[in-house]
Structure formats: structure tokens, C-alpha cells
């Protein structure tokens, strides 16, 4: 009896499998729809699960919400009143169908500054996604009309900035992007948001965060909420970077190219607005090393001059009598 159900045993896996299977694909051709599941409200954000999300997933997209908020807004000098809805899709096809582009796992609707996130696509890296994208509904709350004066490739630098650690191997990303003809000027930059090639937008995202960490790093972390009140009162973006650093956007890439390496040709000095003091005792090194080595080549010169025309005997006997001479000299000072 044992010998036949082990022998009938592969049949009902098999019959069970294929039930199993049939069952999964009627659910992945039945058409999407809008998930019945009810909100999760925080106390600063809604969450709403769309498209075969769950709820549990639409909590877990909530609390990460909540943990990314302090950040951001403490990087940004804001703290919107309002709460900031999510729209979180459980499947690519509901994401898709309300215009985000393929390459997008997160979107922010204008004006309402609706998050919408690709569970699907944003699983990797939920945390970063989600707070990519606040970082942008916090910044628009901030500026309201004037956030049109903000370049692209700021309002995106910003926001990816700000929802990662910025690390030394994103430092060292960010130095090989010139040298490989990828780091492109403000104007240039801003477009190539628009690019098709994942990798141009992969270069521009972190080109943009890149120079945002360069700002923080002239004038402090606290530069972004300077900016953003500034801008209002000022009729473009230059403007109010020239007024808080002290540079527009092509003198600020120019200023970010030398400090990642990208156009240096000597070596990579303090920054000389950052640290004057050590930037004065470099050069003041570097002339004393200088000096020192014309000196020594210039006596180098005049020796061999004194000892041409000599045979070996007498050069040997004249640097005897030098050598003597400086010892004896030595001892009576």
C-alpha cells in the first residue's frame, strides 16, 4: 500500500502544479485594477494602495515615508503643514498608465505634488526612492510659485542628495564622470534629464547631487534652506547663489570640476576660500622648496666651472682643502 502512494505521489504533485500554475496565470491576465484596500494615514503623510498593492506594503511605504521626513526637511529648512499623499502600485501597469516615463520608479504629480511610487521597480531601494520624492513635494511646499526659478538639475540634485549618504565612493564616481567626456555644463545638465540612455540619466542624477554636495561643502549643510528663502526675493537662480556663495551655476561647475579632480593639472591645494591658512603655508612651502633647489643647482654650476681645467689630482686636493677649510671654520665660530 506504501509502494503505491509513493508511485502515485509524483502524479498528484504534478496535477497540483499545474493547478497551482493555471490559478497564477488567469490572476496575472485579469486586467488592473484599483486596489479596494483602505489608506494608512500618518501623521504626515496618506498612503493609498493602488494597483494590487496591499496595505501592509502601503504601512511599510508609510513608516519609511515617516523616517525619511526629518531628514529631508531638516536639509531643506521646511516643514510643510499639510500632509503629503503617496499612491503606491503593486504592479508596473497601473504605475505606467498615469504618464510616468519607463525609466521612472517614483513620479510627483504638479500641482497637487502627488507621490506615485513602482513598488514593483522601487524594491531595491525603497527608503531612497521615497525620500527622493518628498524631497521634491517639500521643496515645491517651500518655494510654492518660485520653485520655476529652480534649475532642474538643482531640484533634482537636491532631492537625490538629500535621501542618500553622500560617501567617498560616490566622491570618486563623481571625479571620473569629466575625464570620461560625461560631466556636462548647468544648461547641458538640465536637458539631459530628458535623455533616453539610462546611463546619461544615471551621469546626470548623480552630476547634480555631486554638485550639491559641492555646495554644502563651500558654504555648510545649512546652504539649501538659505538658498530656498532667498529665491523668493530675487528674480532668478543665479541670483541667489551669487547672493549666498558668492558664485552663479557656471562659476560653481567650474568650482566643482576642481574640487573632484576634473580639470586639475597640480595638485589638489585647499580650497582657498575654505582654509586661507593652510593654502598660505602651502605656497610659502612650496617657494622655500623652490628657492632651495635654484640654489642648489646654481652652486652646482659655479663647481663645475672651478673645476674645469683641472686633472682629478688637483680637484681631489682642492675639495680636501675646502672640506678643511669649512671644518676649521666651523670650530672657531
Request: proline share 6%; net charge neutral; aromatic share 8%.
Amino acid at each position: 500500500m506504501r509502494a503505491r502512494r509513493e508511485k502515485a505521489r509524483p502524479a498528484l504533485v504534478a496535477r497540483k502544479g499545474w493547478a497551482v500554475a493555471a490559478m497564477l496565470a488567469a490572476a496575472l491576465a485579469l486586467p488592473v485594477t484599483a486596489s479596494e484596500e483602505k489608506p494608512v494615514e500618518t501623521r504626515r503623510f496618506i498612503v493609498y494602495p493602488e494597483s494590487a498593492a496591499t496595505r501592509s506594503q502601503a504601512k511599510w511605504v508609510a513608516g519609511l515615508a515617516e523616517r525619511a521626513f526629518g531628514r529631508v526637511t531638516g536639509d531643506l529648512g521646511y516643514v510643510p503643514t499639510e500632509r503629503i499623499a503617496i499612491l503606491v502600485y503593486g504592479q508596473p501597469e497601473g504605475f505606467l498608465e498615469q504618464g510616468a516615463p519607463p525609466q521612472a520608479v517614483g513620479t510627483v504629480s504638479a500641482p497637487h505634488n502627488v507621490i506615485r511610487i513602482d513598488l514593483w521597480a522601487a524594491q531595491e531601494d525603497l527608503y531612497a526612492v521615497v525620500a527622493h520624492e518628498t524631497a521634491h513635494v517639500v521643496l515645491a511646499r517651500a518655494l510654492r510659485a518660485d520653485v520655476a526659478k529652480c534649475p532642474r538639475w538643482f531640484n533634482e540634485g537636491v532631492a537625490t542628495w538629500v535621501s542618500r549618504i553622500w560617501s567617498p565612493d560616490d566622491d570618486a564616481k563623481a571625479a571620473e564622470l569629466a575625464p570620461a567626456g560625461h560631466a556636462a555644463a548647468p544648461d547641458a545638465l538640465n536637458a539631459r534629464f530628458a535623455a533616453a540612455r539610462e546611463q546619461d540619466l544615471r551621469d546626470a542624477y548623480l552630476q547634480s547631487a555631486a554638485m550639491v554636495e559641492a555646495l554644502t561643502r563651500l558654504a555648510g549643510p545649512e546652504v539649501i534652506a538659505r538658498l530656498l528663502k532667498v529665491l523668493p526675493s530675487v528674480p532668478d537662480f543665479d541670483a541667489a547663489l551669487q547672493r549666498v556663495v558668492g558664485l552663479n551655476q557656471a562659476q560653481l561647475y567650474h568650482r566643482w570640476l576642481r574640487m573632484s579632480g576634473g580639470r586639475a593639472r597640480w595638485p589638489r591645494w585647499p580650497d582657498v576660500g575654505a582654509d586661507m591658512a593652510s593654502y598660505i603655508l602651502v605656497t610659502l612651502l612650496c617657494i622655500i622648496l623652490g628657492f632651495r633647489i635654484w640654489r642648489q643647482r646654481r652652486r652646482w654650476h659655479q663647481q663645475r666651472q672651478e673645476d674645469e681645467g683641472l686633472t682629478p689630482e688637483e680637484i681631489e686636493r682642492a675639495r680636501e682643502i675646502e672640506s678643511h677649510y669649512d671644518s676649521d671654520h666651523q670650530e672657531l665660530a
